[in-house]
Structures are given as C-alpha cells and as structure tokens.
C-alpha cells in the first residue's frame, strides 16, 4: 500500500474538515468533501498506512456494488487512494487521536511530529470497529497461547506470514471467522469446525457457501466452547449445545483436540472519542445516533462507516462516507440550511428491526428522499417489509429472506402532494 510521507504536523493547525480515520470510510468521506468544494481537508491515520483493514483483505469480492467487478481488499483501497493522492488531500499517517472536544478541537500525537492541536470547522468520524476480545465471553480455562481473535490471525497469515496453528476452532460465525476458515484450509491447517450460539449465521450468505460449504467445514448451530484445556498452549476444547436461552444444555458435551481458537464474535464501533466529544451512542448499534445527513448530536460532527454501525460490504461503507463527504462539505460551506420547515419526525423501530439508522430525521430529509440501513433481530422467511408514515401504509414489499448476517437498505417513499406526516415506522408483517 502507499505510504504517504509524513506531514510536519507544525504545518497543520487549522482546517476545513478533519477526517478521523483512514480506512475505506476516510478515504471516500475525504474525497466527497473535496469534490464538494472543499480543500482544507486533513486525514489522519494512526496505521502507518491508509486502507484499514483492507490491506489484510487478499480474498476478492470487493468492489461489486461501486465499481461493478471483483477486486482483492488492497485493490479497492487503491481506487481510492490514487483519487485521493490525486486531489491532493493531506494524510497525517502514524498519527494518534488523543483527544477530540464539542467545539471540533483535536490533540494529536506522532513519533515524528509530537503533539498539536488541530482545529477544525467540521470532523467526520471514521474510526472503523474492533473486535470482541475473550474476556467478553468468559469462557472457562487457562489463558493459554493459541486463542486469536479472527481478524488478528487474518493479519498473521496474510500480512505477516505465519500460521496461529494446525488444528483449529472457530468460535462464532461472522463474516472474518467464514474467511479465515477458507483461509487457513488453503494453508494447510485442519479446521475442525465452526461453532455458533444463535440460530443462524452472523455473516453473509455467500460466505458460507464459497467458505463453508465448498471446503466441507461443518457449521454447528446452537453450540458453543464451554471449556478449554491447555496451560501453556490450548489442546482443546469442549462444545455443547445452548437452549433457547443459549444456557448451556448439560449431557451434550463434546471434546474436539485442537492447538488453536480464533474467535469471530462481533465488532465494536470505536467510539471512545466520539465520548469524549459528547456524541449520544445508540445502545442498538454501539455507534452514534445521528440525523438524517450524518450528522451527530454535535454540530458539525459526522459519522460514517463501522464507527456508526456495523456493515457487510465495504461497498456500502464507501456509499455512507461519500454522503458524509458532501453533507460534512455543505455543512462547512454553509449550504446545509435549508429553507422552509424543517420539523424532526418521529422514526420508530417497529417489530422485526433491530435498529435503523439514520435515528433522526426531518420532513426535508424524507421529501428530497431518504435512505434507510438496517438489520433484523432474527431470521425471517416470506415476511413483508412495510413502511407506515403514521398510519398509512406507504410501503409493502415481500421479502424471501430477512437475516441478522446481513445489512438491508431501503428508499423511503416520497409523500404524494407534500403531505406533512409525523410518525414514521418502519417492520416486518406476515401478510
């Protein structure tokens, strides 16, 4: 990957729009701002390079949505890269957030450059996610070598070069524990199987069959790790099934040897700063609660990409940010004030849903058409998808499949005549 020089940070004080975070969601957000009229734009990054987790990413599959053909994580962040370079955006790499205030004020740190204050006009947040540690879970037995978080062993074997181990289980069904069960398969490694609490699968369809299925991985619903064995290093462990309750179900144990555990069991949005900035989090997604353009309950505070909530595809990050880019850019050039009412609507989270976002949105947002993310709380099959703005029924479309693993997106109906609605609510029917 490019590695941008390091920026004099003394050169640095003040700018239009600080980007935090250069993952896929910096690198689109920075390049919507500047092609919507704003120059002064810094990205800081505290990798020593931009791409986020892409670069550990050598599986293809990427790029389908935005640039219509498959490309390898490094590949798609290179698209955005060259735009990026091209436009001349500033990246401070190697670069630490230590601090960021309600008034847009940023304390930095580097090896190179020290500490400075940046103060920006407007911040998009676009720190990305983390994964859920051991410690989480606690799951019983000693705290032997062998047990990796998945996205840390994706790093090993792609990045670095080694191999966490020979015999492996894989704790948790998400989309980097589906890949990396290909991935240390085509390693040579013998992976014994992938166990799940829940019911169904926390990653995308297509994982499973081109990673599961095509290597003859089992998938074992409704079980979990109960107890692992080794001291030093793990040697095994012991699964059982869970009830409804996902309470462990005495008498279903079973022992599987093994010298390694790599754990996919969710991301967590990283929102120490936005905290510390005081941005109100959603409880549903662990992320910001933000407007209909991105914005947080801080002015002129944006969010985008995992940060705000946790997608499937990179290509739907990309989409988020470049909508940040352009409202962050109308924010700072003053063109977000629109006329006429701008009356805040009531969005519930209706039965089925597990969270929508954006959580707030006005009138002006759903007349100029407004887009919806969401995820279900459970599994659904032949359900319908309804939109109700209060209580007419704008929306009602019949939905195959509805899955917690995947992220689903809609367009909110235009209202006829420019009727004023005050409630809108979005759920899963059966008829």
Request: proline share 3%; net charge negative.
């Amino acid at each position: 990957m490019y590695r941008d020089q390091q920026e004099p940070l003394s050169d640095i004080k003040y700018v239009d729009i600080a980007i935090i975070g250069g993952g896929p969601a910096g690198l689109a957000a920075a390049i919507s701002a500047h092609d919507h009229g704003v120059r002064n734009i810094v990205v800081i990054e505290r990798s020593k390079e931009t791409g986020g987790i892409l670069n550990q990413c050598i599986h293809n599959g990427f790029g389908l949505h935005i640039f219509k053909e498959e490309l390898t994580g490094p590949e798609y962040a290179a698209r955005y890269l060259d735009k990026a370079k091209k436009a001349g955006i500033v990246f401070l790499l190697g670069t630490m957030v230590t601090r960021l205030s309600s008034d847009k004020e940023l304390l930095c740190v580097s090896s190179a450059g020290g500490l400075i204050r940046i103060k920006a006009k407007g911040v998009i947040l676009a720190m990305g996610c983390r994964e859920r540690p051991r410690g989480a879970l606690n799951i019983p037995g000693f705290r032997g070598a062998g047990i990796y978080a998945a996205g840390t062993a994706q790093r090993l074997v792609n990045i670095d070069g080694y191999m966490p181990g020979n015999k492996v289980v894989i704790l948790g069904s998400g989309d980097i524990g589906l890949i990396m069960a290909r991935r240390m398969c085509l390693e040579g490694a013998d992976v014994k199987t992938i166990v799940e609490i829940m019911p169904y699968s926390g990653g995308l369809k297509r994982n499973i069959v081109q990673c599961l299925v095509d290597f003859d991985i089992p998938l074992l619903f409704k079980h979990t790790i109960v107890d692992i064995a080794g001291k030093e290093r793990v040697e095994g462990v012991t699964i059982a099934e869970v009830d409804d309750r996902q309470n462990h179900i005495h008498g279903t144990e079973r022992f599987i040897e093994c010298d390694t555990i790599l754990m996919s069991v969710g991301l967590i949005p990283e929102n120490e700063l936005s905290i510390m900035a005081g941005v109100r989090l959603d409880p549903a997604t662990g992320g910001s609660v933000v407007s209909g353009n991105l914005e947080t309950q801080v002015e002129g505070i944006f969010a985008c990409g995992n940060v705000l909530h946790v997608h499937d595809l990179v290509d739907y990050v990309s989409e988020e940010a470049l909508f940040a880019g352009k409202c962050a850019a109308e924010y700072v050039l003053s063109k977000s004030k629109e006329s006429g009412t701008n009356k805040v609507l009531n969005l519930i989270v209706g039965k089925g849903l597990r969270y929508l976002i954006p959580q707030q949105i006005n009138e002006i947002n759903v007349k100029k058409g407004q887009r919806l993310s969401f995820r279900v709380n459970n599994q659904f099959f032949d359900q319908y998808l309804s939109v109700y703005y209060d209580e007419k029924c704008v929306f009602h479309r019949k939905k195959r499949v509805l899955t917690p693993g995947e992220m689903e997106q809609i367009e909110l109906p235009i209202p006829e005549n420019g009727e004023s609605i005050q409630d809108i609510m979005v759920c899963i029917e059966g008829s």
